[in-house]
C-alpha cells in the first residue's frame, strides 16, 4: 500500500468529527429558530397579542440566560462603563426591537415569508458596513445583492396576491426587525471578540427582557400573562426549544467551523420553514415561493463564500 492511501490519522479523525459535529449544530440550530415563526403564529390562534406572547417568550427563556451569564463571566475580565453602555444598546435592537417587530409581523405574513426576510441579514449587514464603515462593495456582492431581493421580490407578489395588502405591512414589520438585528451584528462585532459571543448574547437577553417587561406593564394588563394552557405551553416551547437551545447550538458551530460555515449550514433554515409552514399551518407551497426561495439561498451563499477567509 503506498503512503498515499494511508489510514487517516487520530487527529484527522477527530477533526472531521468536528466539523461534522459543527455542521450538525448550525443546521439543528438554524432549524430551531425557525420553528419561532411556526411557534408564534399558532399562538396567535389562541386570541393573544404580541406585547403578552413575546413577555411569555422572555420570562421563559429568561433563567437560562441569567445562569449563562453568570458561568461565562466568573473569571472574565470586568466590563467597563463603555461596555455596559454598547451591550445595553445591542441588546435593545438586537433582542428587544427585532423581536418586537418580528412577533407584529407575524401576524400578516406567512411564517416562510418571515424566515426569507429576516434571512437577509448577510446583505443588510453588507450595507450597514459599506455606508458606516466604509467597506468596500464589489461586482460579486451586487450580484449576490440582487439574487437576495429578486427572490423576496418574488415570494412577496406571490403572498401579497393571495393574501391581501396586510402582507405589506408585515412585509415592512418583519424587514425593520431585520434592520435592528443587522445594526446589532454590525455593532457587537469587535465586542463579541473580546466579551465573549455567549457572554454578550445572555447580557443582551437579560436587556431585552427589562424592555420587554417595562413596555408590557405599560401597554398591557398583568393578568394578561395568566394566558390560556395552549399559549403557556407554545411560550414555553418557543422560549426553551426556540430560543435558547438554537442560540447554544449556533454558538457551539461557530466555535467548531466558523462563522462562514455556520452561516452556509444555515441556510436549511428557510427550507425548513417552508415545510413547517405547510404541515402545521397549512401554508400553501407555490413555484413563486419556491422560486424566490432559491434566490434567496444563492445569494447568501454567494455573499457568505465572498465573505469567509
Not at 25 to 34: D, M, P
Not at 45 to 55: G, I, M, P, S
Not at 185 to 214: D, F, K, N, P
Not at 247 to 267: E, P, Q, S, Y
Request: with cysteine; glycine share 8%; charged share 10%.
Amino acid at each position: 500500500m503506498s503512503a498515499d492511501a494511508s489510514p487517516p490519522s487520530t487527529a484527522q479523525t477527530r477533526a472531521g468529527r468536528g466539523i461534522g459535529v459543527g455542521l450538525l449544530l448550525a443546521a439543528a440550530g438554524s432549524v430551531l429558530f425557525s420553528g419561532k415563526a411556526i411557534v408564534v403564529k399558532l399562538a396567535y390562534r389562541h386570541e393573544v397579542d404580541a406585547e403578552t406572547l413575546l413577555a411569555l417568550r422572555m420570562i421563559f427563556a429568561l433563567p437560562f440566560f441569567l445562569v449563562a451569564l453568570w458561568w461565562t463571566s466568573r473569571n472574565a475580565a470586568p466590563l467597563s462603563g463603555r461596555d455596559h453602555l454598547r451591550l445595553a444598546v445591542i441588546g435593545l435592537l438586537g433582542y428587544y426591537a427585532a423581536s418586537y417587530l418580528d412577533f407584529l409581523g407575524l401576524q400578516f405574513i406567512t411564517a416562510a415569508l418571515e424566515r426569507l426576510i429576516l434571512y437577509l441579514n448577510p446583505t443588510l449587514v453588507l450595507l450597514m458596513s459599506a455606508l458606516f464603515l466604509g467597506r468596500r462593495i464589489l461586482r460579486l456582492d451586487w450580484i449576490a445583492l440582487a439574487l437576495c431581493y429578486a427572490g423576496i421580490v418574488a415570494v412577496f407578489w406571490h403572498d401579497l396576491h393571495l393574501a391581501g395588502e396586510q402582507v405589506a405591512l408585515g412585509a415592512l414589520l418583519v424587514f425593520g426587525a431585520a434592520l435592528c438585528y443587522a445594526a446589532y451584528l454590525v455593532l457587537a462585532g469587535e465586542l463579541v471578540a473580546r466579551v465573549g459571543a455567549i457572554r454578550l448574547t445572555s447580557y443582551a437577553m437579560c436587556v431585552a427582557t427589562g424592555a420587554v417587561a417595562v413596555q408590557f406593564v405599560l401597554m398591557r394588563p398583568i393578568a394578561n400573562l395568566a394566558a390560556s394552557e395552549p399559549v403557556l405551553w407554545l411560550s414555553a416551547f418557543n422560549a426553551v426549544v426556540c430560543t435558547v437551545l438554537p442560540v447554544f447550538a449556533t454558538m457551539l458551530a461557530v466555535a467548531r467551523i466558523g462563522a462562514a460555515h455556520t452561516a452556509l449550514a444555515a441556510m436549511v433554515g428557510p427550507v425548513a420553514t417552508i415545510a413547517l409552514g405547510y404541515v402545521f399551518l397549512g401554508e400553501a407551497i407555490g413555484v413563486w415561493q419556491l422560486a424566490g426561495t432559491a434566490l434567496v439561498l444563492a445569494g447568501v451563499s454567494v455573499l457568505t463564500i465572498r465573505r469567509s477567509p
